[in-house]
């Protein structure tokens, strides 16, 4: 059960925001050239994906099958991490855009590790 269900430490609500401002923010912002579509493909992708697994873990109906959607999303929430830092070192978004965002995806893999070594307690 989520503790901090409507409070501003809510997991669930923190993903959602960082999912649809990293998607506005930077996926949308990308330059729609050739080279560029494989990107866009696969941060929109890992993106959009933690987001869904977080909903599937906190609808999981076994503690087994939430930390097998907690690590889905741990793995997803790093694959993001590394298309973003790519963005940002490939200079396709400026960095003062994309580092908040670089930032705060190191935050929820730091949270979402922890919920996953906490519930195999």
């Known amino acids: 059960m989520n503790k901090y269900s409507n ?6 609500a923190r993903i959602y925001k960082f999912t649809i401002e990293c998607f506005w923010e930077v996926v949308r912002k990308i ?3 050739t080279e560029n579509i494989p990107i866009i493909s696969q941060v929109s ?4 994906s933690i987001g869904a ?7 999981a109906n076994s503690k087994k099958d939430f930390i097998a959607k907690y690590m889905i999303v ?5 694959e993001t991490k590394y298309w973003l830092s790519f963005i940002k070192d490939s200079a396709l978004i400026k ?3 994309i580092q908040p965002h670089i930032d705060e995806c190191q935050e929820i893999l730091l949270i979402v590790s922890k ?3 906490n519930t195999r307690r």
């Open 115 to 117: 919920i996953i070594e």
């Open 45 to 48: 992708s890992s993106l959009t």
């Open 7 to 12: 409070t501003d430490k809510d997991i669930h």
């Open 31 to 33: 330059p729609k050239s």
């Open 53 to 59: 697994n977080d909903q599937e873990a906190d609808a």
């Open 95 to 97: 960095e003062n855009i």
């Open 74 to 78: 741990k793995k997803e929430t790093k």
